[in-house]
């Protein structure tokens, strides 16, 4: 997947006081190999998910960004730790 593609959960998956998020369109950010799941943000929620391969699905073709999610995504890096 491409950061900033246009993805949809497609499984029950409580997201903290929102509950249940089936159906949401949210930007995917990332993939974690330490979890095995993907970085999800769901802009209309103001939050993040960490859902399974298995959990959403790509709603536009293969590569394709919409803009409000380009702009996003230009903002979103990895937390780095330093001392």
């Known amino acids: ?3 900033g593609e246009a993805v949809r959960c497609i499984d029950d ?15 995917y950010v990332s993939y ?4 095995n799941r ?7 929620l103001e939050e993040w998910a960490e859902l399974k391969a ?3 699905e790509r709603i536009n073709k293969e590569g394709h960004i919409p803009k409000k999610n380009k702009d996003f995504i230009k903002l ?5 730790y330093s001392l």
């Open 54 to 56: 298995e959990q959403f």
């Open 32 to 35: 974690s190999t330490c979890n």
């Open 76 to 80: 979103v890096s990895r937390l780095e």
């Open 13 to 27: 998956y409580e997201l903290f006081e929102h509950g249940n998020i089936k159906g949401e369109e949210g930007c």
């Open 38 to 44: 993907h970085m999800v943000y769901f802009s209309r």
């Open 1 to 3: 997947m491409t950061r």
